[in-house]
């Protein structure tokens, strides 16, 4: 931890040499919102020049502890020399010979390396993407071309996030915005609800029996009433919701919810773009819950911020026919040479154990802090803050303190409706990441 020279004094970050935004940063925002469409959604102009492990630059010369770390991506820290190292010498080699039409050696290390860690026994295959919301959309389609469109349903979850395209957006169910206009999405998906540990949608004195309902409504109301089981493909969860408030569901609901599946035939997919590649201190957050899916989807941290992404499935179950599913650029080699860079930087500088230690200090921190307010969650450094009001609601203050985080030099975001989102790159150093948690419970604590 970490095993290279930043060309910055972590103890000297945060640092505000210009108050953000300064003229730099204002210039560019002011030529992205002329030429770039503007779907998008800023949290607070943070324009950034540099990265250096756990901290970004801006234009300015500002600094910043970086807890964003490019949406869970930048999970090895910025630029890791032997992540750069490894493009460079891909680089030099070859930078494209689509895998789906050839073949290279770098793709085929990768797809091993990725069923090495996997949590799925027995053979396993692999399908490469370019981004979190393909490998979504590879799952749908691989699950219903496995039954030979013989089970033309599939189950999601209220809450979810699954992506923009058109499968992953007709799975997703966290934003109205995220669906508004676009219909008609893709038929077949059904959600349910999931039991949120705050806000249950069922009459539940505990996580765990809120559980126990999701999979009694699964089981009473929708097999019973709307849907044989033996017409359902596929059931797809994020183990953790990421986009929908970084919610960790009671171990009881995953279990029997596999054990569900198992019982009807159905394949079991967890959505792991966000969780995966030591995120909650495992390599995958399924494990956590001591089950083992049929399907896993990931990208982002997978390599290092280049676009790829991948499927890993029971290789029985990854059995598209030839000609049906393919892509361009998935797999390409230097985003591969990157992945293998990363993968390696997770277990050689013990990364995983660092999140699962540093998160248990981080919770544990915000909880004496701020706990008697707020509903402190999380997995690894994968934690949760949502803010809530008098009754326990959503509070509705959460764009407030990320943009007074900003100005004060910390880099942080939300997710769901007032969750803050703590996830920086894995290499952060304890004392960096408590100054951060310290500026933001600073901020929290100016609302009672």
């Known amino acids: 931890m970490p095993k290279w020279h930043w060309p910055i004094n972590p103890e000297e970050v945060p640092r505000i040499v210009v108050e953000p935004p300064g003229p730099r940063a204002l210039e560019v925002v002011r030529r992205d919102e002329e030429l770039i469409m503007q779907s998008f959604t800023r949290w607070y102009p943070l324009v950034v020049a ?178 044989d089981p033996s017409e359902v493909s596929l059931v797809i969860i994020e183990p953790v919701q990421g986009e929908g408030g970084y919610v960790v569901p009671p171990r009881n609901f995953i279990r029997g919810l596999r054990k569900l599946t198992q019982e009807h ?65 998935g797999g390409n080699p230097v985003a591969a040479a990157a992945a293998l860079a990363s993968i390696e930087v997770i277990e050689e500088e013990g990364l995983m154990q660092h999140a699962e230690a540093l998160g248990e200090e981080l919770k544990k921190f915000f909880l004496e802090e701020v706990g008697d307010r707020h509903d402190v969650r999380g997995l690894g450094l994968m934690i949760g803050v949502e803010l809530l009001d008098e009754k326990r609601r959503p509070a509705k203050y959460l764009d407030e303190v990320l943009l007074k985080a900003f100005k004060r030099g910390v880099a942080v975001i939300g997710a769901g409706l007032s969750t803050v989102r703590i996830a920086p790159p894995l290499v952060i150093p304890r004392e960096m990441a408590l100054r951060a948690a310290y500026i933001i419970t600073e901020i929290l604590r100016s609302y009672r």
């Open 265 to 329: 035939g159905i394949l079991f997919a967890v959505d792991e773009v966000q969780t995966g590649f030591g995120r909650t201190g495992r390599w995958f957050a399924v494990e956590h819950f001591g089950v083992e899916p049929d399907l896993v989807a990931t990208a982002k941290a997978i390599a290092a911020g280049l676009p790829l992404g991948a499927i890993v499935g029971r290789a029985e179950v990854m059995s598209l026919p030839r000609g049906s599913h393919a892509n361009t650029f």
């Open 50 to 227: 540099r990265g250096y492990g756990p901290v970004v630059e801006d234009v300015d010369g500002n600094l910043y502890i970086d807890l964003n770390a490019g949406i869970a991506v930048a999970n090895v820290g910025h630029s890791h020399p032997k992540v750069v190292e490894a493009v460079k010498r891909q680089a030099e080699l070859f930078l494209h010979y689509s895998l789906t039409d050839f073949y290279y050696e770098v793709a085929v290390k990768l797809a091993e390396k990725l069923a090495s860690i996997a949590p799925i026994s027995g053979s396993k295959r692999v399908f490469f993407t370019n981004s979190g919301t393909e490998s979504v959309e590879g799952v749908l389609k691989i699950a219903r071309g496995y039954f030979k469109g013989q089970r033309p349903y599939v189950i999601a979850f209220m809450g979810a996030f699954h992506g923009r395209t058109y499968g992953s957006m007709s799975l997703s169910a966290s934003k109205p915005v995220h669906r508004r206009h676009f219909s008609p999405l893709v038929p077949g998906v059904i959600h349910v609800p999931y039991p949120h540990p705050v806000h249950c949608p069922f009459k539940a004195s505990t996580p765990e029996e809120c559980g126990e309902y999701a999979l009694a409504f699964l089981e009473d109301w929708v097999f019973k009433r709307l849907v």
